[in-house]
């Protein structure tokens, strides 16, 4: 089992930057898939990224495609969502989620990810 606690979230004006972490407890950090989901108000929880355990393989929305980038430092137990060019549609809470890497390798299927956190807010202002 993991737990996970997403940090980073906050206000920023449109066309910054936010860096989001995830840090997950226990010792197999290294054994699972990882990805982060969003949730903007009155809207469905949207796939953004998602990361292999190895970090080798990645996989974006297209919405989000060539300005974010996922990755993790599996000695720290963190993974990290750099949001740069930032959008007032991007305004959301992003959850970050965990799955066993011997089920997934990368996914944008919520429903595959068995862990998740207890989301952080990001708000972009125009």
């Known amino acids: 089992q993991v737990q996970l606690v997403e940090s980073g979230g906050g206000l920023v004006q449109a066309g910054g930057s936010l860096r989001l972490s995830c840090a997950a407890s226990?010792?197999?950090?290294?054994?699972?898939?990882m990805g982060w989901f969003r949730q903007a108000p009155g809207k469905e929880r949207e796939f953004v990224a998602a990361?292999?355990?190895?970090?080798?393989?990645?996989y974006y929305a297209d919405s989000v495609k060539g300005r974010f980038t996922i990755s993790r430092d599996n000695a720290k137990n963190t993974v990290y969502l750099q949001m740069n060019s930032l959008k007032p549609e991007d305004t959301a809470v992003y959850y970050c989620?965990?799955?066993?890497?011997?089920?997934?390798?990368?996914?944008?299927?919520?429903?595959?990810?068995?862990?998740w956190g207890q989301g952080t807010q990001v708000t972009v202002s125009s």
């Open positions: 990361i292999s355990w190895s970090g080798g393989s990645t």
């Open positions: 989620n965990a799955v066993p890497s011997n089920r997934v390798n990368v996914s944008g299927d919520r429903l595959e990810y068995d862990y």
């Open positions: 226990g010792r197999t950090f290294s054994s699972y898939a």
